[in-house]
């Protein structure tokens, strides 16, 4: 039986989007999932509104049965974040919407992890398949492994895994191809890395099932691609708050909110500004809000999360 996904850092994103101090307010979660953070949000006042997104029709159905209780004040659409402004024209029936807060959770619902026909989990033997969207066309983790050569698979590993094995790693898949399980490829690396040297502190496929599932998802394609498109959509004093579960993530995130915090980017060294660029947003936060330590004893994947806020000037 599923889990339920329990929803990290509930009140710092309340908080920091302001929820219970705007009235008759319109929120985006643009991850939605089981719904949680939605849930947390319409709960906190009965005039708030909440467009919920998402491209796992599993977790829509989940999230739609655990939010039919406020009716048609949660929205919920089958559709990635990216394309936030188009739902959320269709939403508030505008051209230019403008929203009073938008959430983006990146980190991967336990309910995908949990079921091995999706192919997420490394102790559950199902197709090696990772796409958030099982019904989309795009490449499989399993076609990913079987079809790159060496060399490619070695990066992918080294720059979305952090994978430091990451050559022996893909030497030793491709020696062994066709892999077509979850269990077939984790057995593989843990093998190895038990033939060199002592057992590491997590699971030795770890970093190669990240790296396989930022690829076939193109998630840092789509982080990146998402920054710009929520930060048009809030209106003046609006918020955007981001989950992140792993640095490459939070890497962007950082470096994008600094960016659009500050008002000129010309090299130091220049005289006089010729970019012309100004902030548009404020920091809420400079440093990333971290999980307590007693969230992180009830629900241990809070541990590497970091929340960031901005609001838009």
């Known amino acids: 039986m599923l889990q339920p996904h329990q929803p990290i850092m509930v009140d710092p994103i309340l908080a920091g989007l302001q929820v219970a101090e705007r009235e008759n307010a319109y929120f985006v979660d643009g991850t939605l999932g089981a719904g949680g953070h939605t849930h947390a949000i319409l709960s906190t006042r009965p005039d708030n509104h909440v467009l ?18 406020f009716g ?17 024209a269709a939403w508030l ?21 949990d079921r091995a026909e999706r192919g997420f989990a490394f102790r559950l033997e199902g197709p090696l398949d990772m796409r958030f969207d099982p019904s989309s066309g795009i490449m499989t983790a399993a076609e990913l492994v079987n079809s790159l050569p060496e060399k490619e698979l070695a990066d992918l590993f080294f720059q ?7 050559r022996r790693i893909a030497r030793q898949i491709v020696a062994s191809r066709p ?38 998802n193109d998630e840092l394609g789509a982080v990146e691609a998402v920054l710009p498109i929520a930060l048009g959509l809030l209106k003046p004093g609006g ?6 579960f792993h640095s490459l993530e939070d890497r962007i995130v950082k470096q994008y909110f600094k960016q659009e915090s500050t008002d000129c980017l010309c090299p130091p060294h220049q005289p006089i500004c010729t970019c012309n660029h100004q902030a548009s947003i ?12 007693t969230e992180i004893d009830l629900n241990p994947r809070a541990r590497s999360a970091k929340l960031r806020i901005a609001e838009r000037l």
Do not use: C, W
């Open 179 to 216: 892999i077509h399980t979850t269990t077939e490829l984790a057995d593989l690396i843990a093998n190895l890395a038990r033939s060199h040297g002592p057992r590491p502190k997590i699971h030795p496929a770890t970093r190669v099932f990240q790296a396989l599932r930022i690829a076939v």
């Open 93 to 113: 029936k505008l051209d230019a919407p403008q929203v009073d807060g938008i959430l983006l959770d990146l980190g991967v619902s336990s309910m995908q992890f």
């Open 72 to 88: 048609n004040r949660a929205t919920l659409v089958y559709a990635s974040y990216i394309e936030t402004q188009q739902a959320a």
């Open 52 to 69: 919920g997104l998402d491209r796992d029709p599993d977790a829509l159905k989940i999230a739609g049965e655990h939010l039919a209780e």
């Open 239 to 244: 918020r955007l708050a981001i989950l992140t």
């Open 160 to 166: 979305y895994g952090e994978e430091n094995d990451s």
């Open 282 to 293: 404020r920091l809420v936060n400079r440093k990333p809000i971290e999980a307590s330590d």
